[in-house]
Each structure stands twice: as C-alpha cells, then as structure tokens.
C-alpha cells in the first residue's frame, strides 16, 4: 500500500500483489484506508481485483462500488479494461466515468488527477 497527497488529497494506493477476491477484502482495505491514513480516496490496480469483478453478472463490481459510495470514499480503478469482451461492461465504465466518485482509467496518473484534481465542481 502506497500513500499519496495530491491537492491536499489523501491518496491510498494498492500495491500490484495486494489481493481483493471479496467484498470483505475491499472493505478491510477500504477500513484501513480510511482509519490508518485518514484517507478519503482509493486506487486500485486492476490486477490485484479477482476476474468476477469485471463479470457484471456477477454483481461483485456493483457490490464493491455501492461500499465505496454508501462510505463515501472515491475510488479509481487503474487498467486495460479493453481486454474484457462485452459490452454490458464498457456501459458500466462509461457511466461510472461520468460521476464524481468511481472512474475507471488507464493510469495512476490519471486516477490522481480524477481523485485530486486543481479544481473541483460545485454542486448547486
């Protein structure tokens, strides 16, 4: 686990061999986060999430990410999600890219810039 202050932005960061094969792992991260760091965001590396993560049928990914938002805690999950077929999952990604808590992107640099960005939207 990595830590990363972005814009004053707490940033927690899996490490590649980290492991979340359940939602009980995702929260013991998420927890730890959280209450070890005072950490508000998440980046997790697509390796280190079990393959039905990305199986929507599954409902692991929609579990995993209804935590993260129910705990207010933004998360960017990093990878090539273009090696998984369907189509169900691209609409996924696409409409989680267009909210203000999970995205999905292709780099870390990238998940900083969503998670702490300069400027921030104000909600009217």
Sequence with gaps: MRIVEQNGVIITITDPTDRIDSIEDALDFMASAMFRYDSGAIVFHSDCLHRDFFDLKTR??????????NYNIRLAIVGDFRRYPGQALKDFIY????????????????????????????DL
């Design 95 to 122: 409409e989680c890219n267009q909210g203000q808590h999970i995205f999905w992107v292709d780099s870390i640099e990238d998940a900083l810039n969503r998670l702490a960005p300069n400027t921030y939207p104000i």
């Design 60 to 69: 692991f990914a929609g579990e995993v990410l209804q935590k993260f938002s």
